[in-house]
């Protein structure tokens, strides 16, 4: 049976080849020498691995140090591959989150999300977003509580798409409340943070089980989502679904064994 989740490298040897990957190979298929990460510090996991527009890679696990230099669950390296200190992330996450996902913006913003209760010391439950220079954007508020997470309860954002159209944003993972309402496993929020309460309503109890861990929104609005699940709003739904736009399921599209893991 194989796991959906982003696949975790607790090997820094094998850290150090996925960070390469993004421009380490030359067209012939040989190791570009140019990139030169010198990740020596990179203990632990690292989960997830985004380039820029401008070519600057973001890189976000469970890691404290990246080359000396302590960086808690997400560092930027310059297309060179050495640490842009342009991107300021203060104490960053606290020491042991998990960093699980990474989107950037068409502003440039970033969207983070994980497995983490505050940010550079501010309460921030599994999600945030950061300018670009790495700071806290404060005025992405997830007006309350946001996700039920806690230091013991183990909860964490998987996944997370940002829909082209309007900017929404959607989380999937395995937390099953946003500011008190009950949203299993899979949330629709306003680019602001608040949540979208008419996708909430439409989405009744949710995903059951484990999470969604993969995302994509089609061109015409709705929205296919692959994970560890039996049923969807106790509908049964192996492991794959599509959502209407409004987050209803779209019962044209569930056969009858769905997709068995």
């Keep these: 049976m194989k796991n959906l989740q982003t696949v975790r490298f607790t090997v820094f040897g094998f850290f150090l080849i996925l960070i390469a990957s993004v421009k380490m190979f030359a067209a012939g298929g040989g190791l570009d020498p140019r990139f030169n990460a010198g990740l020596t510090g990179a203990a632990r996991t690292a989960n997830v691995v985004v380039v820029q527009p401008d070519g600057r890679i973001l890189v976000g696990g469970n890691f404290s140090v990246v080359d000396g230099r302590l960086s808690y669950g997400i560092v930027r390296l310059n297309a060179d591959s050495t640490i842009d200190r342009s991107f300021n992330i203060g104490a960053g996450f606290t020491d042991g989150a998990n960093v699980n996902a990474i989107v950037v913006l068409p502003s440039g913003q970033i969207l983070v999300g994980g497995g983490f209760i505050d940010y550079n010391g501010v309460a921030r439950n599994l999600l945030v977003r950061l300018n670009s220079n790495g700071s806290l954007d404060t005025s992405f508020n997830l007006n309350g509580s946001g996700f039920n997470q ?31 309402v009950t ?3 899979f949330v629709r929020l306003n680019s602001n943070g608040s949540l979208d ?15 969604p861990f ?11 989502v ?11 739904a192996n492991n794959l679904v599509r959502l209407n736009s409004g987050g209803s399921l ?3 599209f569930l056969t009858n064994t769905g997709a068995v893991l």
């Excluded at 995302?215 to 709705?222: F, H, L, N, R, T």
């Excluded at 692959?226 to 106790?234: A, H, R």
Aim: net charge negative.
């Design 226 to 236: 692959g994970g560890i699940f039996t049923s969807i709003n106790g509908t049964p």
């Design 250 to 252: 779209d019962t044209t």
């Design 150 to 180: 806690t230091v013991t309860n183990g909860l964490a954002v998987e996944v997370i798409a940002v829909q082209p159209n309007d900017g929404k944003i959607l989380v999937g993972g395995s937390f099953n409340e946003y500011n008190g």
């Design 183 to 185: 949203t299993n496993k």
């Design 197 to 211: 309460t008419a996708f909430a309503t439409a989405l009744g109890t949710g995903f059951n089980d484990n999470s």
């Design 214 to 224: 993969a995302i994509a929104v089609e061109p015409d609005g709705q929205i296919v």
